[in-house]
């Protein structure tokens, strides 16, 4: 295997761009195998290379990881961005689901039809507005208003920091009542290695488009 860490997935966002920035942010290196076409993704199913035959897929450390959260956790862990001891763990895996669950409304908001694209994100912008935002506003004021562990960078500040950028693309003004983290979004944008990658030219992924989804299609073989 390779020394660098390899992604498998569709060049593309999707449930692998998380973990793109987690590397990156770690300031580590990784390698990305794109998945094209149908035949490549059977092949990793006949090698057994895909534990509940899904992507994204990892490389790294003699290991084929699957599951998202399982290689966010690893990778979290390995570059000491999972705090300090089991109470950290338990404050970063709060903060971290709850900013996945409106990671999760952003994600499939392309894929709507035009008919629900509207309600959604008004539902993105009330979601963000009315209960998770406020949250991590509070957890900043509260914590030295640094990181969400107070002078500790860790995983749960490279999981916000990409969900609210997400949320701009849909709606620009979405933090104009949120001061703490706007200036929470200027310090991150700032820390060297997370300003490398949201450089034109790195790993980042654009927004989905309709040739994202229609190259998903052809591997999964969905209509």
């Not at 498998?8 to 987690?22: A, C, D, P, T, V």
């Not at 899904?54 to 490389?59: C, F, N, S, T």
């Not at 979601?127 to 914590?143: G, M, S």
């Not at 654009?206 to 989804?213: G, R």
């Amino acid at each position: 295997m390779s020394e660098k860490p390899k992604l498998h997935y569709f060049n593309g966002r999707g449930r692998m761009e998380s973990i793109r920035w987690l590397l990156a942010a770690a300031g580590v290196e990784f390698e990305e195998d794109f998945l094209e076409t149908r035949e490549q993704y059977e092949q990793l199913l006949k090698d057994g290379f895909l534990l509940f035959q899904q992507v994204p897929m990892v490389e790294m450390d003699g290991m084929r990881l699957v599951q998202t959260r399982a290689i966010l956790s690893y990778i979290a862990a390995k570059y000491n961005l999972y705090g300090r001891n089991l109470k950290d763990r338990a404050l970063i895996d709060m903060y971290v689901e709850g900013i996945t669950d409106l990671m999760g409304m952003i994600r499939v908001h392309f894929k709507l039809p035009p008919e629900e694209k509207e309600k959604n994100l008004s539902l993105i912008i009330e979601r963000a507005t009315k209960r998770y935002f406020p949250v991590y506003e509070k957890i900043l004021k509260d914590n030295g208003q640094h990181f969400l562990l107070g002078s500790q960078f860790t995983w749960a500040d490279v999981q916000l920091v990409e969900t609210i950028l997400m949320a701009e693309e849909k709606e620009p003004a979405i933090l104009s009542e949120f001061p703490l983290l706007q200036a929470f979004k200027a310090r991150m944008c700032d820390v060297p290695t997370i300003k490398k990658f949201l450089q034109p030219g790195s790993q980042r992924k654009p927004p989905p488009d309709e040739k994202y989804l229609a190259r998903a299609n052809r591997v999964f073989n969905r209509k």
